[in-house]
Nanobody
Framework: EVQLVESGGGSVETGGSLRLSCTASGYSFTSGSMGWFRQTPGKAREGVAAIYLAGGEDYYSHSVKGRFTISHDVAKRTLFLQMNTLKPEDSATYYC??????????????????????WGRGTTVTVSS
């Protein structure tokens, strides 16, 4: 059974930084894709960053590009999201997700949450102005 557990959320002021972590069990970090999504009440879930675990190619939404960095540690089976220059509009619950093993998701579809089979329970980020 795949389990994803996020941590690192919290409250910061505008311009601050946070680093989210997602520790996986039952999921090898040598292949597949993982991503970070976020959601606020009443809005659709939004993909913000994704990565191919084998090659490390990373992708970002326009809203976070240049401020967020996704990375992973194969040995620790942990996915990270470094968030810098945070803005109030970054406030949300952040989820990590992983695609089903053996499934290839093209770059254009990495922000489609329907492509992901495994989800964490989320960690909340609040950015105050």
């Amino acid at each position: 059974e795949v389990q994803l557990v996020e941590s690192g959320g919290g409250s910061v002021e505008t311009g601050g930084s946070l680093r989210l972590s997602c520790t996986a069990s039952g999921y090898s970090f040598t292949s597949g894709s993982m991503g970070w999504f976020r959601q606020t009440p009443g809005k659709a879930r939004e993909g913000v960053a994704a990565i191919y675990l084998a090659g490390g190619e990373d992708y970002y939404s326009h809203s976070v590009k240049g401020r967020f960095t996704i990375s992973h540690d194969v040995a620790k089976r942990t996915l990270f999201l470094q968030m810098n220059t945070l803005k109030p509009e970054d406030s949300a619950t952040y989820y990590c997700a992983a695609v089903r093993k053996g499934q290839y998701v093209s770059g254009a579809s990495l922000f489609d949450d329907d492509q992901y089979a495994h989800w964490g329970r989320g960690t909340t980020v609040t950015v105050s102005s």
